[in-house]
T-cell receptor, first 115, second 116 residues
Framework: AAGVIQSPRHLIKEKRETATLKCYPI?????VYWYQQGPGQDPQFLIS???????DKGSIPDRFSAQQFSDYHSELNMSSLELGDSALYFC??????????????FGPGTRLTVL | AQSVAQPEDQVNVAEGNPLTVKCTYS??????LFWYVQYPNRGLQFLLK??????LVKGSYGFEAEFNKSQTSFHLKKPSALVSDSALYFC??????????????FGKGTKLSVIP
């Protein structure tokens, strides 16, 4: 079965650079969530989208922005990168109907390293 | 606000022995609870969930969890641990924040080490 796809899997950037992370949800899933997991930390919710509209914001810095496109894929844009942004970034998708309603399916994550 | 706590940073168990990874929750309504497992440098894999119904929930890889409303707990269990079960386990609660958004709030994680 198709899973959540994230690209790139690894990304190395320098301070003050920008980065774009992409997430392709499971087909027919209408909701996407972004989480950030710092080293040795639990995943923290950043932002979510439902039907291409932002539905909620968590602990997402103002330097970050995100959107969901017409094909339901989502991109997390990160500017003025800081060393503390180094983390594993997960995307999760779910459907607001059907069997998957209560379950978030996670992608493999993008490991961002800021030097 | 809803929250979830995992009181143990690490659990060690001998292979073949039963294992328990503890989780307690604090919610204002009916809890939606989840367990995820994370292997080194890997993503989060869903193990099981409690939404409603039977208090004993069976999940992937032989894991199960018992929902206990009076103790506000959702402990993860397995009758016989395998070395391959060694990983980081996260308990999570689904939190509704409006506009169709149901983000997960995770516990701090428990590192399970199964000793051969």
């Amino acid at each position: 079965a198709a899973g959540v796809i994230q690209s790139p899997r690894h990304l190395i950037k320098e301070k003050r650079e920008t980065a774009t992370l992409k997430c392709y949800p499971i087909p027919r899933h209408d909701t996407v969530y972004w989480y950030q997991q710092g080293p040795g930390q639990d995943p923290q919710f950043l932002i979510s989208f439902y039907e291409k509209m932002q539905s909620d914001k968590g602990s997402i810095p103002d330097r970050f922005s995100a959107q969901q496109f017409s094909d339901y894929h989502s991109e997390l844009n990160m500017s003025s990168l800081e060393l503390g942004d180094s983390a594993l970034y997960f995307c999760a998708s779910t459907s607001t109907s059907g069997r998957a309603y209560n379950e978030q399916f996670f992608g493999p994550g993008t490991r961002l390293t800021v030097l | 606000a809803q929250s979830v706590a995992q009181p143990e940073d690490q659990v060690n168990v001998a292979e073949g022995n039963p294992l328990t990874v503890k989780c307690t929750y604090s919610v204002s309504g009916n809890p939606y609870l989840f367990w995820y497992v994370q292997y080194p440098n890997r993503g989060l894999q869903f193990l099981l969930k409690y939404i409603t119904g039977d208090n004993l929930v069976k999940g992937s890889y032989g894991f199960e969890a018992e929902f206990n409303k009076s103790q506000t707990s959702f402990h993860l269990k397995k009758p016989s641990a395998l070395v391959s079960d060694s990983a980081l386990y996260f308990c999570a609660v689904r939190e509704y924040s409006g506009a169709g958004s149901y983000q997960l709030t995770f516990g701090k994680g428990t590192k399970l080490s199964v000793i051969p």
